[in-house]
């Protein structure tokens, strides 16, 4: 069975791609995710921390680049992950009739807001990390 993940966060340069990074090594055969943001223009590249802590684990997001959210990334995804409530929000809104596969990644909002040292970028990927291992446990 092959089943598509997408993470969507604000901006898609932190947070949602270190979750479909992480998601991608970690997961099992016909698993796939993918990334965007509520807020964001195509293109942008990953937050340069996060590129950092992610080469710490042997992840390269040098080649990442933002991606607004779109209905046909909605409609192609099987399971959407929000970062925060605020995101859900956004997505139930803006997307009511896909709702049934819209959930938050962690029973608490993933925040980057207050994140500026690189120990603190590694926390926040701590975090990712549990909750991304907790969803591909639910979903195989």
């Known amino acids: 069975m092959f089943k598509r993940v997408l993470f969507v966060c604000t901006g898609n340069t932190c947070r949602s791609p270190q979750a ?46 933002s991606q607004l959210i779109t209905e046909d990334l909605i409609i192609e995804a099987d399971n959407i992950y929000c970062l925060t409530k605020s995101h859900y929000d956004y997505l139930i809104n803006k997307f009511p009739k896909y709702k049934d596969k819209i959930a938050t990644l962690a029973d608490e909002d993933i925040m980057d807001r207050e994140v500026t040292t690189r120990e603190g970028y590694r926390d926040l990927l701590s975090k990712i990390e549990e909750a991304v291992t907790k969803i591909i446990e639910e979903i195989t």
């Open 20 to 65: 479909e990074a992480i998601f991608n090594r970690i997961a099992t055969d016909g698993l796939i995710a993918k990334s965007a943001g509520t807020h964001t223009i195509d293109g942008i590249n990953a937050d340069w921390n996060v590129i950092e802590v992610m080469k710490e684990r042997n992840i390269d997001l040098n080649n990442h680049k």
